[in-house]
């Protein structure tokens, strides 16, 4: 039942900033854990940044002092703050939602971002 809906992804130039979204619907937001995951060409699909329910936030090393994550529940949506942009992070961008307590997981279908000057 729950939709996950990104966007804001694009074409970007290395050391530049992007922002992207993701939008929840068909549940409680408050009740999942959120987090943003890229796969790029030939790759595994990794972790970027992950957000609890109440806002406590974990990076992956690469990332990390360069990408916030974050959340409104208002708005019932997750944000990625993207700066200093690296060519080797060009990857399409996944959103996911875990059901707090549970083995429920939901993804979007992803937006894709692409560095390059």
């Known amino acids: 039942q729950v939709q996950l809906v990104e966007s804001g992804g694009g074409l970007v130039q290395p050391g530049g900033s992007l922002r992207l979204s993701c939008a929840f619907s068909?549940?409680?937001?408050?009740?999942?854990?959120m987090g943003w995951y890229r796969q790029a060409p030939g790759e595994q699909r990794e972790l970027v940044a992950i957000?609890?329910?109440?806002?406590?936030?974990n990076y992956a090393d690469s990332v990390k002092e360069r990408f916030t994550i974050s959340r409104d529940n208002a708005k019932r949506t997750m944000y990625l703050q993207m700066n200093n942009i690296k060519p080797e992070e060009t990857a399409v961008y996944y959103c996911?939602?875990?059901?707090?307590?549970?083995?429920?997981?939901?993804w979007g279908q992803g937006t894709q971002v692409t560095v390059s000057s």
């Open positions: 068909g549940g409680f937001f408050s009740l999942y854990r």
């Open positions: 996911n939602a875990d059901r707090i307590g549970t083995q429920t997981g939901y």
């Open positions: 957000i609890s329910s109440t806002g406590v936030r």
